[in-house]
Each structure stands twice: as structure tokens, then as C-alpha cells.
């Protein structure tokens, strides 16, 4: 018999955080060593500290810009390198991470070749993507990929040059009104809120799926004029099916707004980004990832996002991702 003022604890009222759900998912694998959950569990002790450093930036004067641009050419914001840093220092300190990739170092980080005893990790990620919303407390998000460390390659820096079919896991957390981490590990989408209070990421949804169709899309309405036929093509479609268009200028916002309503998601390439603006390794894979997890589908051109092969760590890719009734949309209009 439960008390009024407690509610009933079923399914639907447990109290999972993050942790535990880890665990139980590692008792799933009688061989597991422990790393990938290390490295998940460093991902979520980061993600807390840039949480409640984006909360206090301006309190703490560390809005605006370095003064410096990174190896994208971007103007780097003060943000981006303590949001960098706490990732480095946190994936750093977990033996079996061998390799990090991050939008803001030049190249990839290797911390150490010998794993010996652990299943080793390449971690790639974009610090704190969207990051010059920080300025009009604007939404922003850290964007996560992981991939096995491949001992085999010639040179170890290659090992974080796989395809996006290879990843293991990947995931996004959302910097906005709620603290909430999106993840994958291979078998469905699970998302997750940050009780401030406590310090835990609690469970929130253990099977996210994207609907199949929605009447919205999510691109930079000043770069349809630039791009190529089919894009401005689908989006005279779009508007003269009444569609509503959503643009937040950061993807993880974009990208989950996308995840929980339906829609599609575009960067296309443009005069100035002609292979389109966003990173293959460390945003369009992880994003395809999660959507494709979720019952979508992802996109680069007329490729599946996941299954173009990288060649360099910070290369471009379009990106066309969302409910998959949409994309195919999309498609069909750049096939025209
Ligand atoms: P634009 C943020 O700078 C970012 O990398 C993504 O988060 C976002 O989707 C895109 O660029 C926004 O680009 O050209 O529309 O400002």
C-alpha cells in the first residue's frame, strides 16, 4: 500500500541514473572489461562540469572569445577551451581510452599505445558545439563518438579514421534549460536529465524513437539561395506544403529538437562550405548514430552518412538527418 504523497514505484517511476544503467548494461556483456563504461562515465563527469560552467559564464566572465581561432578557422570562445579541456582531462584519466579526436586540437591526441588489459577506445568529440550561443544564452552541446581502437593500423593516428558504421557508441548532451545526455551503444537511444540537485543523470526514456514524418525543417534559411538546385528545390516544396521551419544555429539543439518532433535536419554545401560546414567524425556520424538508432535515417548527399570513409579527422560532410518519411524527401528531390 503506498502513502498519497509517495507515488507508486513501477516501471515507469523507477530511479535510474546514469550509473546504474551503465552497470546493468555491462553485466549484458560477460566480456567486458570495464572500459567502454569508464569512458561513458567520464563522458557524463564532463558534461556536468561544462553544464555548470555555460550556467555561471557570464558570472564568471568567461563569455566571448580567446582572441584565437582553432584549426577550423573558427574564432575560438573561451567556453570551447574549458569544455575542451575538462574532456581531455576527464577521457585522460581512463586507461582504456587510447586516442582522442576534438574539434579543437589540430590532431588527434594520443595518450598511450600500450592498453595492455583493457579494450581499448578512440574518443572524438566536439567540445561544446554551437558554442557563440553561450553569448545570448542560447543552447549549445557537446557531440560524442566512439569507435574500438584499431591496434592493426600502421600509423595509430588512422585508428581514429573509421567509418561511422564502426562506431560502438555515440551521443550529444543538450546545454539548455535541463542538463540532458542522448546515447547510444548499438541497441536503441536512451536519454537521460541531469538532477542538479543531486548531481545525477537521471533515466529518463530507455527507447527514444524519432517519429516517422514531420511537417519541419531545420536549416539556415540564408545559405538556400547558395545551394544546389535540389536543396532550394525541396524547400519551395516544403513551404507550399505548409511546412514550419525551426533554427536554433546549433546542431545539437537542431539535431534533438529534430529527435523529439519529427522533421529533418539539413546543412547543404554551400559557395563557402562546399562540402558542406560540419565534421564527419565528430558531429554528422555520432548525430547519424543517434537517429538511426531512433528509426530515422542520415544522409550525406546521396550517401549514407555512416558509410562515407573518412580521410582526414576534420573533414566536412552535408548532412541531411531526421524522420526517415523526410529525408527521403530530401532525397528525392536532389535525385531530380
Ligand atoms: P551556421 C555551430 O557553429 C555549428 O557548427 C553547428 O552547431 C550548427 O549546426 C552550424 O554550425 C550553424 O552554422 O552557418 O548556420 O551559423
Known sequence: MTSPETPELTAGHNLTSLQTFLLSEERKHPHATGSYTMVLSALSLAAKFIAARCRRARLEDVLGGMGAQNVQGEDQQKLDVIANEALVRALGSRKGVAILASEEDDDVIVLREDTSGERPYVV????????????????????????????????????ALQAGVHQVGAGYVLYGPSTVLVMTSGNGVSMFVLDPTIGSFLLVDDD???????????????????AAAGYQHYVQWANEQGYSMRYAGAMVADVHRTLMK??????????????GKLRLMYEANPMAMIVEQAGGKAYSGLTRTMEVEPTQIHQRVPVILGSSREVDTVLRHLAD
Do not use: M, W
Open 124 to 159: 572524438l568529440f566536439d567540445p561544446l558545439d554551437g558554442s557563440s550561443n553561450l553569448d545570448v544564452c542560447g543552447s549549445v552541446g557537446t557531440i560524442f563518438s566512439i569507435l574500438q581502437h584499431d591496434r592493426r593500423v600502421a600509423d595509430v593516428r588512422d585508428s
Open 208 to 226: 527514444v524513437r524519432i517519429p516517422e514524418s514531420g511537417k519541419s525543417y531545420s536549416l539556415n534559411a540564408a545559405n538556400v539561395p547558395r
Open 262 to 275: 519529427g522533421g529533418v535536419f539539413l546543412y547543404p554545401p554551400t559557395a563557402k562550405d562546399p562540402s
